[in-house]
């Protein structure tokens, strides 16, 4: 089960921190990643990590403002959004699979995400 929080709102140019809390004790062993869906629009990807942190990867779009970071101890990950847009705007998930690149095997529910201009 994976639980996202951190979302909120924010001003263009602000910073939020999202946080997925992961259960069960095989989370270290999951590429973990975020998504995230804007009104009308799919689900996209935003950026993943591999199982120990040593390769992150990012949307084009993001590139440069988010971080993607994990603990396993604490069986968390992390995305630090910095330079926000109002094109961020959209309901982020926390997901998590068994490969990089792979289907996604878990979701977290969402949590909301809105950058006002």
């Known amino acids: 089960q994976l639980q996202a929080s951190g979302g909120g709102l924010v001003q263009a140019g602000g910073s939020l921190r999202l946080s997925c809390a992961a259960s069960?004790?095989?989370?270290?062993?999951?590429?973990m990643g975020w998504f995230r869906q804007a009104p009308g629009k799919e689900r996209e990807f935003v950026a993943a990590?591999?199982?120990?942190?040593?390769?992150?990867y990012y949307a084009n779009s993001v590139k440069g403002r988010f971080t993607i970071s994990r603990d396993n101890a604490k069986n968390t990950v992390y995305l630090q959004m910095n330079s926000l847009k109002p094109e961020d705007t959209a309901v982020y998930y926390c997901?998590?699979?068994?490969?990089?690149?792979?289907?996604?095997?878990?979701w977290g529910q969402g949590t909301q995400v809105t950058v006002s201009s």
């Open positions: 990590i591999n199982w120990n942190g040593g390769r992150t």
């Open positions: 069960g004790r095989t989370f270290s062993t999951y590429t």
């Open positions: 997901a998590a699979s068994t490969v990089v690149g792979g289907p996604v095997d878990y």
